[in-house]
């Protein structure tokens, strides 16, 4: 098993955090699908103030860039993504078009 631990902002307004919130107590049946379709096991996203981090568990042989292709080619997916760039912003050191960025990991006990 792999693990991924990734931050993104949210835009710094209590209205759309909790939008944000809500969203993720009733995440889209096919948004699910797609997830464990990839080879994601366990996906979880923490929040404090406007910054998230998810830390994902994912199969050895998961690939974001497989990910990436097929939630290209999933319209359900592209519709979520839209949704949840509503609330969303990139961190300052993300590349363009770019939203959750890898953290690098610096202490393991």
């Known amino acids: 098993m792999k693990q991924f631990?990734?931050?993104?902002d949210l835009k710094n307004d209590p209205h759309l955090i909790a939008q944000?919130?809500?969203h993720h107590r009733a995440v889209w049946p096919e948004i699910?699908?797609?997830?464990?379709?990839?080879?994601?096991?366990?996906?979880?996203?923490y929040r404090i103030e406007n910054r998230l981090t998810m830390i994902l568990e994912t199969t050895?042989?998961?690939?974001?860039?497989e990910k990436a292709i097929?939630?290209?080619q999933n319209p359900i997916v592209q519709e979520w993504e839209t949704?949840?760039?509503?609330?969303?912003?990139?961190i300052p050191s993300a590349k363009?078009?770019?939203?959750w960025v890898a953290?690098?990991?610096?202490?393991s006990l």
């Open 5 to 8: 631990v990734l931050a993104l």
């Open 20 to 22: 944000y919130e809500a």
């Open 32 to 45: 699910l699908e797609s997830i464990k379709a990839s080879g994601i096991l366990a996906c979880n996203i």
């Open 60 to 65: 050895e042989t998961f690939s974001f860039e």
């Open 70 to 72: 097929a939630d290209a």
């Open 83 to 90: 949704l949840m760039w509503t609330y969303q912003q990139a």
């Open 96 to 99: 363009p078009g770019q939203k």
């Open 103 to 107: 953290m690098k990991q610096i202490f």
